[in-house]
Antibody, heavy 116, light 113 residues
Framework: EVQLVESGGGLVQPGGSLRLSCVAS????????MHWVRQTPGKGLVWVSR????????NYADSVKGRFTMSRDNAKNTLYLQMNNLRVEDTAVYYC???????????WGQGTLVTV | DIVMTQSPLSLPVTPGEPASISCRSSQSLLHSNGNTYLDWYLQKPGQSPQLLIYLNSKRASGVPDRFSATGSGTDFTLRISRVETEDVGVYFCMQALLTPPYTFGQGTKLEIK
């Protein structure tokens, strides 16, 4: 069974930092591209970032570029999102999610709440 | 960025009746490889989103056949042939053609009358 378990969310002051983690199991993590997607009540689902299978290529939404860094540790089956210089508008539930070869998102974690 | 627009935003439906949700993209989602990169997701109350439809019309694993999707270019439709109570939630379309960024529709909340 595919599982994605996020952690690391919490309450932080504007300008602060948080590091989210996502532990993956039930599939071959090291060959999977992964995403972070966030959700706010007012703005629905918003894609945040993507990382390729070996971690060498990352992409970010313009709203987080330069402040967020996505990384992975394939030996630990773990995905990370380092969030710096947090803003009030970064408040959201953050999901880690698995990409399919056809660029869909087929599995989502339960989400972790970040409140700035 | 491609803008995704859904309608209606709220959809009350009687169980057993059909339902349809529209999604429009600001640019064609047809790739030169012949695939159309449009997905549909359902977020049930209190849950994470789940993949329903990928590549415009392909049902994801385990999705009941009462769900179907059609469309081309910039206009897409998700249909439920006979709504069941377990289908309540928010439905999102998402484009995966011109990425990044991936972009989602605003969501359509399906509720039971």
């Amino acid at each position: 069974e595919v599982q994605l378990v996020e952690s690391g969310g919490g309450l932080v002051q504007p300008g602060g930092s948080l590091r989210l983690s996502c532990v993956a199991s039930g599939f071959t993590f090291r060959t999977s591209w992964m995403h972070w997607v966030r959700q706010t009540p007012g703005k629905g689902l918003v894609w945040v970032s993507r990382i390729n299978d070996d971690g060498r290529t990352t992409n970010y939404a313009d709203s987080v570029k330069g402040r967020f860094t996505m990384s992975r540790d394939n030996a630990k089956n773990t995905l990370y999102l380092q969030m710096n210089n947090l803003r009030v508008e970064d408040t959201a539930v953050y999901y880690c999610a698995r990409a399919t070869p056809t660029d869909s998102i087929d599995y989502w974690g339960q989400g972790t709440l970040v409140t700035v | 960025d491609i803008v995704m627009t859904q309608s209606p935003l709220s959809l009350p439906v009687t169980p057993g009746e059909p339902a349809s949700i529209s999604c429009r993209s600001s640019q064609s989602l047809l790739h030169s490889n012949g695939n159309t990169y449009l997905d549909w997701y359902l977020q049930k109350p209190g849950q994470s989103p789940q993949l329903l439809i990928y590549l415009n019309s392909k049902r994801a694993s385990g999705v009941p056949d009462r769900f179907s999707a059609t469309g081309s270019g910039t206009d897409f439709t998700l249909r439920i042939s006979r709504v069941e109570t377990e289908d309540v939630g928010v439905y999102f379309c998402m484009q995966a053609l011109l990425t990044p960024p991936y972009t989602f529709g605003q969501g359509t909340k399906l509720e039971i009358k």
